[in-house]
């Protein structure tokens, strides 16, 4: 190939004319190889990445929630929100109203109320929602995938975050077994506290009012919690303190840790030690039996940071 410049002719190599045909079959190999081992160092940095924009966002849903509930409990002479435990959608009676458990896949099937979101919007069904504008955003974990069918659509399940069912109050007629009837003055009864024992158990704290704080801080209680997308089902997660088992199950789906909101209104990202409330089929009653092991110490910082027994100010 020859061409001129300034009247001089120039002839380009055989071997340059050899380069300009690409690489080697060799080189070829490398690069692939290099890029291989490119992706493989730079995934896990995108996972996490990923992971903790939406860590952000569980703990900004957090802070909204908590500054709902402290408006709520300023307007209703320091009452929290109604809590039974119940799944039910009597207005009035649920700090938010409805079922939202399945879902795993849509072919899994699960309850139709997940994907109903007046049930979060409606001041008639959820007691915080003059407090939040009217949005159901602060309910849901970006970290929870599940879509469900609801009115003949395929639309985003509503709600990942459940209220401690040791916080809130319910009305006499319904802890004494009956249905719902007359003002929610009642602190809750926190019947899973002693595993089950009886919806009015006089074991464990429970904290219906701001003022019920007697042998621990407000600052160390939870109120809302990030739970697992195939644990959640009503908006009350129960936890077991008078011995290590596990019923309900905090989320672990941001890099093996949960977003929780306290009753002083504090967030926190909580990392867990064990891989005891980590899921992969439908939430299963666990007992832990190796005292003082990782596992042991998660359920007992998620049970200390729930309820204190009355008389000891301690767990179990």
């Known amino acids: 190939m020859d061409s001129k410049m300034n009247g001089r002719v120039f002839t380009a190599s055989a071997s340059r004319q050899t380069d300009l045909d690409g690489f080697t079959l060799m080189e070829l190999l490398v690069v692939i190889a290099m890029t291989g081992i490119l992706v493989v160092m730079v995934l896990p940095t995108l996972g996490f990445s990923k992971a903790k924009p939406q860590a952000v966002w569980c703990l900004n849903n957090f802070n909204q929630l908590a500054k709902a509930c402290a408006m709520y409990t300023g307007d209703n002479q320091g009452f929290y929100p109604p809590n039974p435990d119940d799944g039910g959608t009597t207005a009035g009676y649920e700090w938010c109203a409805g079922e939202v458990e399945g879902w795993e896949t849509l072919a899994a099937g699960g309850n139709a109320e997940a994907g109903d979101a007046d ?11 003059p407090y939040l504008a009217s949005s159901a955003v602060p309910f849901k974990c970006p970290a929870d995938w599940r879509t469900c069918v609801y009115k003949g659509q395929i639309v985003p399940v509503v709600r990942s975050v459940s209220a401690n069912a040791g ?14 009837s007359g003002i929610p003055r009642s602190p809750v009864g926190g019947s899973w506290l002693t595993g089950g024992g009886g919806e009015l158990q006089t074991t464990y704290a429970t904290f219906g009012t701001t003022a019920d704080f007697k042998n621990c801080s407000p600052s160390d209680i939870w109120i809302y919690a990030d739970e697992d997308p195939l644990s ?9 303190a008078a011995s290590p088992e596990v019923i309900d199950y905090p989320t672990t789906r941001h890099q093996n840790a949960a977003g929780f909101g306290f009753c002083d209104g504090h967030t926190e990202l909580h990392k867990w030690k064990s891989n005891v409330f980590y899921l992969n089929q439908a939430g299963y009653n ?3 039996t190796s005292v003082g092991s990782p596992k042991y110490k998660d359920w007992f910082w998620l049970a200390w940071h729930a309820s204190r027994k009355l008389s000891t100010g301690n767990i179990p």
Request: proline fraction near 3%; hydrophobic fraction near 45%.
């Open 119 to 129: 049930y979060l919007t409606n001041p008639r069904y959820s007691l915080l929602a």
């Open 167 to 180: 916080v809130g109050t319910a009305d006499i007629s319904w802890l004494n077994g009956g249905s719902h």
């Open 232 to 240: 959640v089902n009503d908006a009350a997660m129960e936890v077991i």
């Open 286 to 288: 666990q007992t832990i």
